[in-house]
Protein backbone atom coordinates (compact mmCIF):
# COMPACT_ATOMS: atom_id res chain seq x y z
CA UNK A 1 0.00 0.00 0.00
CA UNK A 2 1.62 3.35 -0.86
CA UNK A 3 1.06 6.55 0.83
CA UNK A 4 0.16 9.67 -0.69
CA UNK A 5 3.37 11.01 0.27
CA UNK A 6 5.22 8.30 -1.68
CA UNK A 7 3.10 9.12 -4.34
CA UNK A 8 4.58 12.56 -4.23
CA UNK A 9 8.34 11.47 -4.24
CA UNK A 10 7.85 9.15 -6.75
CA UNK A 11 7.12 12.60 -8.88
CA UNK A 12 10.57 13.89 -10.48
CA UNK A 13 10.67 17.93 -10.12
CA UNK A 14 13.47 19.44 -11.19
CA UNK A 15 15.41 21.85 -8.84
CA UNK A 16 14.03 24.92 -10.05
CA UNK A 17 10.97 23.38 -9.39
CA UNK A 18 11.58 22.55 -5.78
CA UNK A 19 12.79 26.09 -5.56
CA UNK A 20 9.70 27.47 -6.41
CA UNK A 21 7.53 25.34 -4.17
CA UNK A 22 9.97 26.08 -0.96
CA UNK A 23 9.73 29.74 -1.61
CA UNK A 24 5.67 30.06 -2.42
CA UNK A 25 5.26 27.68 0.70
CA UNK A 26 7.38 30.28 2.69
CA UNK A 27 5.53 33.23 1.49
CA UNK A 28 2.13 31.54 2.68
CA UNK A 29 3.51 30.37 5.60
CA UNK A 30 5.18 34.04 6.51
CA UNK A 31 1.46 35.87 5.71
CA UNK A 32 -0.18 33.70 7.94
CA UNK A 33 2.07 34.29 11.04
CA UNK A 34 2.28 37.93 10.28
CA UNK A 35 -1.53 37.91 9.96
CA UNK A 36 -2.08 36.45 13.11
CA UNK A 37 0.76 37.87 15.16
CA UNK A 38 -0.09 41.72 13.77
CA UNK A 39 -3.98 41.67 13.59
CA UNK A 40 -4.66 38.56 15.97
CA UNK A 41 -6.40 37.12 13.18
CA UNK A 42 -7.39 33.52 13.26
CA UNK A 43 -5.49 30.44 11.26
CA UNK A 44 -8.47 30.21 8.71
CA UNK A 45 -8.42 34.34 8.15
CA UNK A 46 -4.99 34.77 8.19
CA UNK A 47 -4.61 32.31 5.40
CA UNK A 48 -7.34 33.72 3.67
CA UNK A 49 -6.09 36.97 3.98
CA UNK A 50 -2.89 36.04 2.92
CA UNK A 51 -3.99 34.17 -0.50
CA UNK A 52 -6.39 36.81 -1.50
CA UNK A 53 -3.54 39.39 -0.79
CA UNK A 54 -0.84 37.19 -2.91
CA UNK A 55 -3.60 36.90 -5.81
CA UNK A 56 -3.92 40.84 -5.66
CA UNK A 57 -8.09 40.17 -6.08
CA UNK A 58 -8.41 43.24 -3.82
CA UNK A 59 -11.35 41.95 -1.26
CA UNK A 60 -11.39 43.73 1.45
CA UNK A 61 -9.08 43.14 4.63
CA UNK A 62 -10.95 41.43 6.93
CA UNK A 63 -9.80 43.48 9.96
CA UNK A 64 -9.33 47.37 10.22
CA UNK A 65 -5.58 47.47 9.47
CA UNK A 66 -3.28 49.98 11.67
CA UNK A 67 0.29 51.35 10.30
CA UNK A 68 1.93 47.77 11.17
CA UNK A 69 -0.47 45.54 9.44
CA UNK A 70 -0.42 47.91 6.61
CA UNK A 71 3.38 47.75 6.46
CA UNK A 72 3.59 44.27 6.57
CA UNK A 73 0.96 44.37 3.79
CA UNK A 74 3.06 46.08 1.10
CA UNK A 75 6.22 43.74 2.10
CA UNK A 76 3.93 41.06 1.20
CA UNK A 77 2.41 42.15 -1.73
CA UNK A 78 6.38 43.18 -3.18
CA UNK A 79 7.80 39.93 -2.32
CA UNK A 80 5.18 37.80 -2.25
CA UNK A 81 3.70 38.32 -5.86
CA UNK A 82 6.55 37.76 -7.09
CA UNK A 83 7.42 34.59 -5.64
CA UNK A 84 3.71 33.03 -6.75
CA UNK A 85 4.28 34.57 -10.67
CA UNK A 86 7.93 32.84 -10.74
CA UNK A 87 6.19 29.48 -8.69
CA UNK A 88 3.14 29.92 -11.68
CA UNK A 89 5.54 30.24 -14.51
CA UNK A 90 7.84 27.22 -13.81
CA UNK A 91 5.42 24.47 -12.88
CA UNK A 92 3.70 25.64 -16.27
CA UNK A 93 7.00 25.72 -18.12
CA UNK A 94 7.29 21.91 -16.34
CA UNK A 95 4.27 20.41 -17.40
CA UNK A 96 4.96 21.69 -21.01
CA UNK A 97 8.48 20.24 -21.26
CA UNK A 98 7.30 17.14 -19.65
CA UNK A 99 4.32 16.64 -21.76
CA UNK A 100 6.59 17.02 -24.96
CA UNK A 101 9.51 14.71 -22.89
CA UNK A 102 6.89 11.73 -22.76
CA UNK A 103 5.78 12.45 -26.29
CA UNK A 104 9.08 12.68 -28.02
CA UNK A 105 10.14 9.76 -25.81
CA UNK A 106 7.40 7.37 -27.30
CA UNK A 107 7.71 8.44 -30.52
CA UNK A 108 11.65 7.81 -31.12
CA UNK A 109 11.01 4.06 -28.76
CA UNK A 110 7.88 3.50 -31.96
CA UNK A 111 10.34 4.54 -34.23
CA UNK A 112 13.10 2.14 -33.02
CA UNK A 113 10.45 -0.48 -32.50
CA UNK A 114 9.39 0.16 -36.39
CA UNK A 115 12.92 -1.28 -37.31
CA UNK A 116 13.68 -3.83 -35.42
CA UNK A 117 14.03 -7.25 -37.06
CA UNK A 118 15.19 -10.65 -36.05
CA UNK A 119 14.14 -9.16 -32.48
CA UNK A 120 11.44 -11.51 -29.65
CA UNK A 121 8.08 -10.20 -29.05
CA UNK A 122 6.93 -10.34 -25.36
CA UNK A 123 3.57 -10.72 -24.50
CA UNK A 124 2.84 -9.74 -20.83
CA UNK A 125 5.12 -7.96 -18.38
CA UNK A 126 3.46 -10.02 -15.20
CA UNK A 127 6.05 -12.03 -12.78
CA UNK A 128 6.75 -14.38 -15.45
CA UNK A 129 6.91 -11.79 -18.13
CA UNK A 130 9.55 -9.95 -16.36
CA UNK A 131 11.66 -12.58 -15.56
CA UNK A 132 11.61 -13.23 -19.41
CA UNK A 133 12.60 -9.20 -19.74
CA UNK A 134 15.59 -9.53 -17.20
CA UNK A 135 17.21 -12.89 -18.96
CA UNK A 136 16.87 -11.02 -22.56
CA UNK A 137 18.21 -8.11 -21.61
CA UNK A 138 21.32 -9.87 -19.96
CA UNK A 139 21.51 -11.82 -22.67
CA UNK A 140 21.80 -8.80 -25.08
CA UNK A 141 18.84 -9.78 -27.15
CA UNK A 142 16.90 -6.97 -28.68
CA UNK A 143 12.58 -7.69 -27.49
CA UNK A 144 9.42 -5.86 -27.49
CA UNK A 145 7.05 -6.05 -24.51
CA UNK A 146 3.12 -5.85 -25.60
CA UNK A 147 1.08 -5.13 -22.34
CA UNK A 148 -2.17 -3.34 -21.64
CA UNK A 149 -2.05 -2.96 -17.99
CA UNK A 150 -1.14 1.02 -16.94
CA UNK A 151 1.22 0.23 -13.96
CA UNK A 152 2.86 -2.18 -15.63
CA UNK A 153 3.26 -0.20 -19.04
CA UNK A 154 5.16 2.64 -16.59
CA UNK A 155 7.25 -0.08 -15.23
CA UNK A 156 8.62 -1.57 -18.15
CA UNK A 157 9.12 2.19 -19.56
CA UNK A 158 10.62 2.59 -16.22
CA UNK A 159 13.66 0.16 -16.67
CA UNK A 160 13.78 1.51 -20.21
CA UNK A 161 12.29 -1.53 -22.14
CA UNK A 162 9.98 -0.73 -25.35
CA UNK A 163 6.64 -0.99 -25.13
CA UNK A 164 3.76 -1.47 -27.04
CA UNK A 165 0.62 0.37 -24.93
CA UNK A 166 -2.21 -2.72 -26.24
CA UNK A 167 -4.03 -5.59 -26.06
CA UNK A 168 -1.96 -8.97 -27.90
CA UNK A 169 -4.97 -10.11 -29.67
CA UNK A 170 -5.02 -7.72 -31.44
CA UNK A 171 -3.57 -7.63 -35.17
CA UNK A 172 -2.88 -3.75 -34.93
CA UNK A 173 -1.04 -3.97 -31.93
CA UNK A 174 1.22 -7.15 -33.02
CA UNK A 175 2.03 -5.42 -36.11
CA UNK A 176 3.09 -2.21 -34.15
CA UNK A 177 5.39 -4.46 -32.17
CA UNK A 178 6.59 -5.50 -35.73
CA UNK A 179 6.01 -8.91 -35.24
CA UNK A 180 5.83 -9.55 -39.02
CA UNK A 181 9.53 -9.48 -38.76
CA UNK A 182 10.30 -10.67 -35.26
CA UNK A 183 12.19 -14.17 -34.78
CA UNK A 184 9.83 -15.17 -31.74
CA UNK A 185 6.80 -14.61 -29.98
CA UNK A 186 6.59 -15.57 -26.15
CA UNK A 187 2.81 -15.53 -24.87
CA UNK A 188 3.28 -14.99 -21.37
CA UNK A 189 0.06 -13.59 -20.00
CA UNK A 190 -1.54 -14.29 -16.68
CA UNK A 191 -4.28 -16.15 -18.36
CA UNK A 192 -4.69 -19.15 -20.88
CA UNK A 193 -7.09 -17.99 -22.97
CA UNK A 194 -5.57 -14.80 -23.62
CA UNK A 195 -2.36 -16.59 -24.56
CA UNK A 196 -4.27 -19.27 -26.99
CA UNK A 197 -6.01 -15.85 -28.97
CA UNK A 198 -2.52 -14.12 -28.79
CA UNK A 199 -1.09 -17.41 -30.33
CA UNK A 200 -3.52 -18.37 -33.04
CA UNK A 201 -3.30 -14.05 -33.88
CA UNK A 202 0.28 -14.74 -34.51
CA UNK A 203 0.50 -17.41 -35.91
CA UNK A 204 -2.22 -15.68 -38.65
CA UNK A 205 0.10 -12.47 -38.99
CA UNK A 206 3.56 -14.95 -39.56
CA UNK A 207 3.41 -18.72 -39.90
CA UNK A 208 6.84 -18.92 -39.72
CA UNK A 209 7.22 -17.58 -36.32
CA UNK A 210 8.50 -19.64 -33.17
CA UNK A 211 6.08 -18.84 -30.78
CA UNK A 212 6.37 -19.79 -27.30
CA UNK A 213 3.15 -20.24 -24.65
CA UNK A 214 2.75 -20.25 -21.34
CA UNK A 215 0.12 -22.35 -19.96
CA UNK A 216 -1.17 -22.08 -16.04
CA UNK A 217 -3.02 -25.55 -16.34
CA UNK A 218 -1.87 -28.61 -17.54
CA UNK A 219 -5.06 -29.20 -19.89
CA UNK A 220 -5.02 -26.12 -21.69
CA UNK A 221 -1.26 -27.44 -22.57
CA UNK A 222 -2.58 -29.07 -25.91
CA UNK A 223 -5.02 -25.78 -27.02
CA UNK A 224 -2.38 -23.61 -27.01
CA UNK A 225 -0.43 -26.44 -29.53
CA UNK A 226 -3.11 -26.35 -31.73
CA UNK A 227 -3.72 -22.51 -31.75
CA UNK A 228 -0.38 -22.91 -33.30
CA UNK A 229 2.33 -22.98 -30.37
CA UNK A 230 5.72 -24.40 -31.03
CA UNK A 231 6.26 -24.74 -27.35
CA UNK A 232 3.93 -24.75 -23.89
CA UNK A 233 5.85 -24.12 -20.76
CA UNK A 234 4.17 -25.16 -17.75
CA UNK A 235 5.92 -23.15 -14.49
CA UNK A 236 4.37 -25.22 -12.12
CA UNK A 237 5.24 -28.21 -14.05
CA UNK A 238 8.27 -26.91 -14.36
CA UNK A 239 8.80 -25.88 -10.80
CA UNK A 240 7.68 -29.13 -9.58
CA UNK A 241 10.89 -31.15 -11.96
CA UNK A 242 13.36 -28.97 -10.75
CA UNK A 243 12.30 -29.42 -6.77
CA UNK A 244 12.20 -33.06 -8.00
CA UNK A 245 15.82 -32.37 -9.30
CA UNK A 246 17.24 -30.62 -6.36
CA UNK A 247 16.12 -33.30 -4.12
CA UNK A 248 17.21 -36.31 -5.80
CA UNK A 249 20.63 -34.79 -8.05
CA UNK A 250 21.35 -31.31 -7.17
CA UNK A 251 24.52 -31.23 -9.02
CA UNK A 252 23.06 -32.12 -11.87
CA UNK A 253 20.32 -29.08 -11.23
CA UNK A 254 23.16 -26.68 -10.97
CA UNK A 255 24.48 -27.86 -13.95
CA UNK A 256 21.68 -27.36 -15.93
CA UNK A 257 21.11 -23.79 -14.15
CA UNK A 258 25.41 -23.31 -15.62
CA UNK A 259 24.42 -24.16 -19.24
CA UNK A 260 20.98 -22.16 -19.00
CA UNK A 261 22.67 -18.76 -18.41
CA UNK A 262 23.99 -18.97 -21.58
CA UNK A 263 27.69 -17.39 -20.81
CA UNK A 264 30.08 -19.69 -18.82
CA UNK A 265 33.40 -17.68 -18.19
CA UNK A 266 35.10 -17.32 -21.69
CA UNK A 267 32.52 -20.22 -23.22
CA UNK A 268 29.31 -18.87 -24.46
CA UNK A 269 26.21 -21.57 -25.56
CA UNK A 270 25.01 -21.14 -29.24
CA UNK A 271 23.19 -22.78 -32.00
CA UNK A 272 23.27 -24.07 -35.05
CA UNK A 273 20.85 -24.70 -38.23
CA UNK A 274 21.95 -27.43 -40.73
CA UNK A 275 21.27 -26.00 -43.93
CA UNK A 276 22.28 -26.75 -47.87
CA UNK A 277 23.59 -22.95 -47.47
CA UNK A 278 25.82 -23.32 -44.84
CA UNK A 279 27.51 -26.37 -46.05
CA UNK A 280 26.89 -28.72 -42.86
CA UNK A 281 24.44 -31.18 -44.78
CA UNK A 282 26.56 -34.24 -44.95
CA UNK A 283 29.49 -33.59 -41.90
CA UNK A 284 29.84 -35.46 -39.08
CA UNK A 285 29.74 -33.59 -35.86
CA UNK A 286 33.78 -34.53 -35.40
CA UNK A 287 33.91 -32.42 -38.75
CA UNK A 288 31.81 -28.98 -37.87
CA UNK A 289 33.83 -28.79 -34.76
CA UNK A 290 37.02 -29.92 -36.12
CA UNK A 291 38.41 -26.13 -36.29
CA UNK A 292 37.82 -24.88 -32.71
CA UNK A 293 39.48 -27.31 -30.24
CA UNK A 294 37.82 -25.71 -27.13
CA UNK A 295 34.17 -26.65 -28.47
CA UNK A 296 31.70 -29.29 -27.21
CA UNK A 297 29.19 -29.87 -29.38
CA UNK A 298 26.44 -31.00 -26.42
CA UNK A 299 23.47 -31.93 -28.91
CA UNK A 300 21.42 -32.21 -31.72
CA UNK A 301 18.05 -31.71 -32.39
CA UNK A 302 16.59 -33.47 -35.10
CA UNK A 303 14.45 -32.32 -37.82
CA UNK A 304 11.47 -34.38 -36.38
CA UNK A 305 12.05 -32.90 -32.78
CA UNK A 306 14.54 -35.86 -31.41
CA UNK A 307 17.16 -34.52 -29.97
CA UNK A 308 20.21 -36.73 -29.32
CA UNK A 309 22.28 -35.92 -26.51
CA UNK A 310 26.52 -35.61 -26.68
CA UNK A 311 26.28 -37.59 -30.21
CA UNK A 312 29.19 -39.44 -31.45
CA UNK A 313 31.45 -38.29 -33.84
CA UNK A 314 30.90 -40.29 -36.56
CA UNK A 315 27.28 -39.07 -36.29
CA UNK A 316 25.72 -37.15 -40.26
CA UNK A 317 24.21 -33.92 -39.57
CA UNK A 318 21.01 -33.27 -41.39
CA UNK A 319 19.54 -30.01 -43.30
CA UNK A 320 17.24 -29.21 -40.90
CA UNK A 321 19.12 -30.25 -37.81
CA UNK A 322 20.03 -27.87 -34.94
CA UNK A 323 23.27 -28.58 -33.20
CA UNK A 324 24.26 -26.90 -29.51
CA UNK A 325 27.69 -26.15 -29.29
CA UNK A 326 29.63 -24.59 -26.55
CA UNK A 327 32.44 -22.68 -27.30
CA UNK A 328 35.14 -20.01 -27.01
CA UNK A 329 33.89 -16.72 -28.13
CA UNK A 330 36.81 -16.34 -30.78
CA UNK A 331 36.20 -19.74 -31.61
CA UNK A 332 32.35 -19.56 -32.36
CA UNK A 333 32.86 -16.57 -34.24
CA UNK A 334 34.97 -18.71 -36.59
CA UNK A 335 32.23 -21.61 -36.64
CA UNK A 336 29.52 -18.84 -37.17
CA UNK A 337 32.00 -17.67 -40.41
CA UNK A 338 32.19 -21.06 -41.94
CA UNK A 339 28.77 -21.59 -41.21
CA UNK A 340 27.67 -18.77 -43.46
Do not use: W
Request: aromatic letters at 6%; proline letters at 2%; charged letters at 20%.
Amino acid sequence: MHTISDVFRAIPLSSRLRVAIALFATVVSVGVCGYMGLAGMSFVDALYQTVTTLTTVGFRELTDFGTEEKLFTIVLLLSGVGVVLYAFAVIMEESLEGDVRSRFYLRRHELEIGRMEGHYVLCGFGRVGQEVARELQERGNAFVIIEENPAQVERARGFGYHVVDGDAAQERVLVQASLTRARCLLAASDSDAGNTYITLTARSLNPGLFIIARAAYPQNEEKLRLAGADRVVSPYSLGGRRMVLLALQPLAADFMDTLAQGRHGDLVLAEFEVTLDNGLVGQTCRQMIAGAPTATLLGVRRKDGSIAVGPRDTELLAEGDIVIVLADEGELAQLQKQTR
